[in-house]
């Protein structure tokens, strides 16, 4: 056996078997595998069997003393007005200064959607069928144009998707970005483990090897130098979406001046649950600190409590995923003693045996290790939880057919659409569910978000005609 000192790490660590095959690789198979190995943290595999694998770790997740967590609530529901006004007026000098950039995270496998390739590289659009790498784009270059200061965006990859994801943007010349303002960086790995602990092989030269999560992007952040470049760049606000959701309203004056006004170190999005049992995080409060406690973990009875006052689902604040994220607190849940914890999937983990021999499950094998990224919240000083709009912030394409599918969220946009122009006058006919009989699209370039929409319809000299098709640009 070959003497390099990680193999020794290994041997020591139990974790020996990785390199039982190592004589018969080719010397290329054999640095691929270091290469592999040499990203592995070992005492942490070794906790995180102590304290994840040999344990039911959700039977040790704590429940006690969870109320709903307040949020400020738009004005037409009981929200202060006056305060919204100015928190908009804020967050707009603050994009006018670029203490904002974008961040998109991008690392997912996507296997839900089934779709081969990155899945920034998706149609989404329901005329033209821009990506959704273009949509954000759009958003963004329409956002620099309309505050007088081009964003900066960061886009998290992942080993599988990095080279893949670069291409595209390339191939699209940025999609009219200029390219030193876009800013791509991959995501960490962690290895997947028996239920005996031990690190799976996928090949006799690869470990089982998977993105760490959407939480790892934290460390990403710090490892990768973004936050020295946004500190340079005098960047103080990451605005945080995930890649599935052309709707998301991550250029959002208001939500900005809330995170500022109130010295959040991160601020998060809530819509109400449509239904008690719909499958989104919740926002609640514990012992003073702000958590978000998954469908998966919250018990159906809580799920389903209703505030006798209201009539209204007690726990009622469902997380969408959109945060923004104070430059330093990022820094400091990188680097300082505060760390995310790692959350425990059991799946089907194609993977060697004992022989060597490639096995294919049928039932979860192993497990895989992953951070979350609302695990931040309850480190964070002074965290504010405001309220969107679905409507408005959130139809993600999750699942080829049925709920958040590609036929779901283009639907959506085109409900959006129509708002907007019939707010101007354009009397669309529609269904009850808001949908006209016909699909037509409003680029971002027109309009991203309602007031940018209302200034270039004002800004036409004749009303623009819709019709089916119809592209507003
Ligand atoms: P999802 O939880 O929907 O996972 O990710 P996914 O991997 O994209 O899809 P499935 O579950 O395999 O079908 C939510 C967001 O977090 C990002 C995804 O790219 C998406 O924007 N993400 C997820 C990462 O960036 N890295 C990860 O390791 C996991």
Request: charge should be negative.
């Amino acid at each position: 056996m070959a003497s390099h000192p990680l193999v020794a790490a290994f041997q020591q660590a139990g974790q020996g078997h990785v390199f039982a095959h190592f004589e018969q690789l080719t010397p290329g198979q054999q640095a691929e595998l270091l290469a592999d190995a040499g990203e592995i943290d070992l005492a942490e595999i070794a906790e995180l069997d102590r304290t994840l694998v040999q344990k039911n770790a959700a039977a040790g997740l704590d429940l006690t003393d969870l109320t709903p967590a307040s949020y400020e609530a738009f004005p037409q529901n009981g929200g202060d007005a006056a305060a919204w006004a100015v928190a908009k007026a804020e967050g707009e000098d603050a994009l006018r200064a670029g203490r904002v950039a974008a961040f998109v995270v991008a690392g997912g496998q996507g296997t839900r959607l089934g779709y081969d390739g990155p899945k920034g590289t998706y149609p989404v659009t329901p005329v033209l069928k821009k990506t959704l790498f273009q949509v954000f784009a759009e958003k963004i270059r329409a956002a620099g144009a309309r505050y007088g200061r081009p964003l900066h965006w960061f886009i998290m990859t992942s080993h599988i998707n990095h080279a893949a994801t670069e291409a595209f943007f390339r191939e699209h010349g940025f999609f009219g970005l200029a390219e030193n303002t876009v800013h791509f960086f991959r995501q960490g790995r962690m290895p997947a483990v028996g239920f005996d602990g031990k690190i799976l092989l996928e090949a006799k030269h690869r470990i089982a090897m998977s993105p760490d999560g959407h939480g790892g992007s934290l460390r990403a952040l710090q490892r990768s130098g973004a936050l020295d470049l946004m500190q340079r760049e005098g960047i103080d606000i990451l605005s945080y979406f995930q890649v599935d959701n052309p709707m998301v309203r991550f250029i959002d004056p208001a939500f900005v001046g809330w995170h500022l006004r109130t010295r959040s170190e991160m601020s998060s999005k809530m819509v109400p649950k449509a239904y008690a049992g719909e499958k989104v995080g919740h926002f609640c409060a514990q012992r003073g600190r702000t958590v978000v406690i998954e469908y998966s973990d919250l018990p159906k009875e809580r799920q389903e409590e209703v505030d006798p006052a209201t009539g209204r689902l007690r726990f009622i604040a469902g997380s969408v995923a959109i945060h923004l994220l104070d430059r330093e607190f990022i820094r400091r849940m990188a680097t300082g003693a505060d760390a995310l914890p790692f959350h425990r999937a059991d799946k089907k983990i194609p993977c060697l045996d004992a022989a060597g021999n490639l096995v294919k499950p049928e039932k979860p094998n192993g497990v895989k290790f992953e951070l979350f990224v609302f695990d931040a919240l309850p480190f964070a000083s002074n965290p504010v939880v405001i309220e969107a709009s679905r409507a408005d912030d959130f139809s993600p394409v999750k699942n080829a057919e049925g709920i958040d599918s590609p036929k779901t969220c283009a639907d959506d946009q085109v409900r959006q659409f129509t708002r907007w122009a019939n707010a101007h006058g354009a009397a669309l006919p529609m269904d009850a569910t808001g949908l006209p009989p016909f699909a037509f699209e409003v680029s971002p370039l027109f309009g991203y978000d309602e007031d940018s929409f209302a200034a270039a319809w004002a800004a036409r000299s004749d009303a623009p005609v819709i019709a089916a098709g119809s592209v507003l640009s």
